[in-house]
């Protein structure tokens, strides 16, 4: 196997509260191929925004802080860099596109100069071949009458079309990785699943690795190679796409699974997983989803669990690993 | 032809009946009027769930909004057990709001922060049963115990509560007057999987014990498939399929049915990768400037001459609901039957 485009190691990000410092990232730790998608798993609070948000230092710092670990994007090292250093990898090595795109647009430009001031600040062209790229790249990710878009303003386009002036922005510099957080969260169905087939065309024709954030596991489904499963802000299970499903590894994922409505014929009650996720000051000592855990024993409550690598890229941070025989879907 | 209206869902006994609602909005006179629910009808029976669907702009929550009278209709009817809901006035509008409860998508903006929960809960009871004192505290604490809280939360504020645990409470304050109808409006669309889940188990064992029916608003399609026996698909204000959800959910009638389901992305990967899907390009139409004819023409992939020029008839469907769709009377003639009658399918 080549080596991966970017390898997070030991990740570890806190926020102060006020009582102290929180770890909301704890020692999390994957790697992301070549031309890959990765999908980062978890539900409200489990870390997975604020992990993506580390890897450029886009968090807010103070009150938060990256306390540990490294970020390599192609052997370079991305924690510890200085602003200006940074401001040259975002952008133009990695890209982001979030849930709200009308939130990351500024309403006071228009969408075409938005995206030739993103081009013009990584790459040495004038104004005009900035404007040309602009129009270019709308027109790429499906605009209708680029030419005359690219003069409107952010508000005068639809949730879903701006999403694409998000994503024509985000590859307008052929970034190495694009992180998407919740991209089509805010979208309707149809249109969630024209923009998912976008990135997908985008990826191949640019060569991108994507890492993708998400709590839909339908939508995971669709898009991802492999899969990092994130609760209480540490890495429960790591496996590629089928085995997460058919032979999950973890009772959380597990329970993930089982609680997703299907579209098929009414089954009785719908799964749930008893109590709700944990915040960061109230993390029990041992296994973060022990309390909530239809499996829990003694072993799972007295210490910190390690995560076990398991061979073929999969790991479970889970005492049993090697006991139980967990359903996956069917 | 039958009336949907009248038609009586599953010949249950109807609680009920929007008749040909309309509601126009104009943001000045000058403006184009934009129709955001143009000519619905459906009934609802009395400890029913009924399922509205449809994507952002087609009308799900205006709907619900003039049944509540939070915005004027502009013409129809909302016939609530014999009364029309959207002409009471004064007093007998207030004695029926104790019937029509709503609960939304974020509690947090539909709770007053600086009232504790056992105000939040009890203020309905007092304003609206008169029910004050000990007797409301004891009808509080009961509410509170239905929905899965315990009297310790009493004194507590909706910030000290998770998001779940939100949407119970206003899942409570909607029952406090025993409501016969609560419309929810994407009640569980800003939740995690696992507490979404939780809450729709909560409404069925409620529904369960106080026959309280629900109009349940949401774009989660699988969600609706698990709670409503019955789905109304909506698209730009107008209804284009309506009937029983096993039905709609395993044989769509209407092309923007089955394209809905289609594109629900399904947690599996392996049928992920098989499943033959109809990607539907483009957008809605601009609402304040409907195409003639059918609404979804424009993207439809079965578009005939006629769908551009005349909007279809409700026509009864096969297994039971009601299809607004051209094919169904002048295309190869599906008539009364199902979209996978077709056989060939054109693009």
Known sequence: ?330 | MNEPATTGASGGDVLLSIEDLRVTFRRRRTDRPVRAVNGVSFTLDRGETIGVVGESGSGKSTIARAVMRLVPAERGRAVLDGRDLLTLGGADLRNARKDVQMVFQDPYSSMNPSMVVADIIGEPLEVQAGIKGAARDKRVAELLDNVGLSSRHLQRYPYEFSGGQRQRIAIARALANRPKLVILDEAVSALDVSTQNQIINLLEDLQHGTGVSFLFIAHDLAVVRHIARRTVVLYLGRVMEEGPSERIFEKPAHPYSEALLSAVPIPNPAVQRQRSRVVLSGEPPDPSNPPPGCPFAARCTYVMDICRTAMPEPTPVDGGGIVACHLQTSGPALASRTLSALSVRPG
Not at chain 1, 68 to 79: K, N, P, T
Not at chain 1, 171 to 183: F, G, N, Q, R, W
Not at chain 1, 281 to 288: E, Q, V, W
């Open chain 1, 1 to 330: 196997m080549t080596d991966p485009l970017l390898v997070v190691d030991g990740l570890t990000v806190e926020f102060y509260s006020g009582s102290g410092w929180e770890k909301v990232v704890d020692s999390v730790s994957f790697t992301v191929g070549r031309g890959e998608t990765l999908g980062l798993v978890g539900e409200s609070g489990s870390g997975k925004s604020v992990t993506c948000m580390a890897l450029t230092a886009l968090i807010p710092m103070p009150p938060g802080r990256i306390s540990a670990g490294s970020v390599r994007l192609d052997g370079r090292e991305l924690v510890g860099l200085n602003p200006k250093e940074l401001e040259s990898v975002r952008g133009a090595q990695v890209a982001n596109i979030f849930q709200e795109p009308m939130t990351s647009l500024n309403p006071a430009f228009t969408v075409g100069e938005q995206i030739a001031e993103m081009v013009r600040r990584h790459q040495k062209i004038d104004r005009k071949a900035a404007w040309a790229r602009a129009v270019e790249m709308l027109d790429r990710v499906g605009i209708p009458n680029p030419a005359r878009r690219a003069k409107e303003y952010p508000h005068q386009f639809s949730g879903g079309m701006r999403q694409r002036v998000m994503i024509a922005m985000a590859v307008s510099c052929e970034p190495k990785l694009l992180i998407a957080d919740e991209p089509t969260t805010a979208l309707d169905v149809t249109i969630q699943a024209q923009v998912l087939e976008l990135l997908k065309d985008m990826q191949t024709e640019f060569g991108m690795s994507v890492v993708f954030i998400t709590h839909d596991l339908g939508v995971v489904a669709q898009v991802c190679d492999r899969v990092v499963v994130l609760y209480g802000g540490r890495v429960m299970e790591q496996s590629g796409i089928d085995d997460l499903y058919y032979r999950p590894v973890h009772p959380y994922t597990e329970g993930l699974l089982t609680a997703m409505p299907q579209i098929g014929p009414r089954s009785g009650r719908l799964a749930s997983i008893p109590g709700s996720t944990p915040v960061p000051s109230s993390l029990p000592a041992g296994c973060a989803f022990g309390p909530r855990c239809p499996y829990v024993i003694d072993e799972c409550r007295s210490g910190p669990v390690p995560l076990t690598e398991l061979g073929g890229g999969r790991a479970s941070r889970c005492v049993r690993v090697h006991d139980l025989t967990l359903v996956g879907t069917k």
